[in-house]
């Protein structure tokens, strides 16, 4: 599983991805579809067609990671391409996603700012 992904940008590939994709067809994407810097403190999540499973490219610091999660019954709930071809979500709201959820959950607690903590 993801760890230590806090203070990382998460970007979603909106709408279906060939997954037979690895490393190099994956970066392709980020670089050329996207325009997006591979290398900086990202992940990027792609899913398949039927939405069951996903793939989540990362940079550190010497080489990609590539994660691979395929689901054995249910699917994701993916945001379709006619939103926009990346969507930028958070720790969260990824977290959410890989755990079935929408990335929109009206009823969960908002985060808290420490700065307004008294």
Known sequence: MLKNINNYNVYLACGVTDLRKSIDGLSILVQEVFELDLFSKCLFVFCNRKKDKIKILQWDNNGFWLYYKRLEKGTFKWPSSAQSETLN????????????LTLVQSEAYRPVDERIIV
């Open 89 to 100: 979500v958070d720790e969260r709201q990824l977290r959410w996603l890989l755990d079935g």
